[in-house]
């Protein structure tokens, strides 16, 4: 079983790791300029490799980022500690999260389990054997684009010399 993770993440580790995430997120809304009415985070993630990035959204549905600090350490370490407590065994957890709250603290959350997370460049496929090393799903939880990026990552892994 991976390491720091709950034989089935547990619920109540879930509720509170979502709520920590969404507070983080709400410090970020309430420091935005006033003509952004939410924030959308988004994070994709394979392994060690992660990407995030905040854009805050007007009444009139003009998007920008001016003004919004970027995603710092403890946005992350939040999204990090969620994405462990949803882990399930056999059925891994998610690759993306998208993350919307509105400045009246509402939230919407979409977790893509299943879909190769678009970094907008390509990830070495060490890093999704990492990430399977460290959230084990079964094969027929596996999906084909990443049943290729973990046969290319293991081919391309250093021989064990121990």
Same mark, same amino acid.
């Given at each position: 079983?991976?390491?720091?993770? $709950?034989?089935?993440?547990?619920?109540?580790?879930?509720?509170?790791?979502? #709520?920590?995430?969404?507070?983080?997120?709400?410090?970020?809304?309430?420091?935005?300029?006033?003509? =952004?009415?939410?924030?959308? =985070?988004?994070?994709?993630?394979? !392994?060690?490799?992660?990407?995030?990035?905040?854009?805050?959204?007007?009444?009139?549905?003009?998007?920008?980022?001016?003004?919004?600090?970027?995603?710092?350490?403890?946005?992350?370490?939040?999204?990090?500690?969620?994405? *462990?407590?949803?882990?399930?065994?056999?059925?891994?957890?998610? =690759?993306?999260?998208?993350?919307?709250?509105?400045?009246?603290?509402?939230?919407?959350?979409?977790?893509?389990?299943?879909?190769?997370?678009?970094?907008?460049?390509?990830?070495?496929? !060490?890093? =999704?054997? $990492?990430?399977?090393? *460290?959230?084990?799903?079964?094969?027929?939880?596996?999906?084909?684009?990443?049943?290729?990026?973990?046969?290319?990552? #293991?081919?391309? *892994?250093?021989?064990?010399?121990?």
């Amino acid at each position: 079983m991976p390491e720091n993770h $709950a034989p089935d993440g547990g619920i109540p580790r879930q509720q509170q790791a979502t #709520r920590n995430l969404a507070q983080e997120l709400f410090q970020y809304i309430l420091e935005a300029p006033s003509e =952004f009415t939410s924030l959308q =985070f988004t994070a994709r993630y394979a !392994g060690d490799f992660a990407q995030s990035s905040l854009l805050g959204f007007c009444s009139d549905g003009s998007e920008g980022w001016k003004g919004i600090r970027p995603p710092e350490r403890n946005l992350d370490v939040a999204t990090d500690r969620l994405r *462990q407590a949803m882990y399930r065994p056999g059925t891994g957890t998610w =690759f993306g999260i998208i993350m919307t709250i509105s400045r009246e603290g509402k939230v919407f959350m979409d977790f893509d389990y299943d879909n190769e997370p678009d970094f907008g460049r390509e990830v070495h496929a !060490g890093s =999704f054997v $990492a990430d399977q090393k *460290q959230f084990p799903r079964d094969a027929e939880h596996t999906p084909e684009w990443l049943a290729r990026k973990l046969h290319e990552g #293991r081919l391309n *892994q250093p021989a064990d010399t121990s």
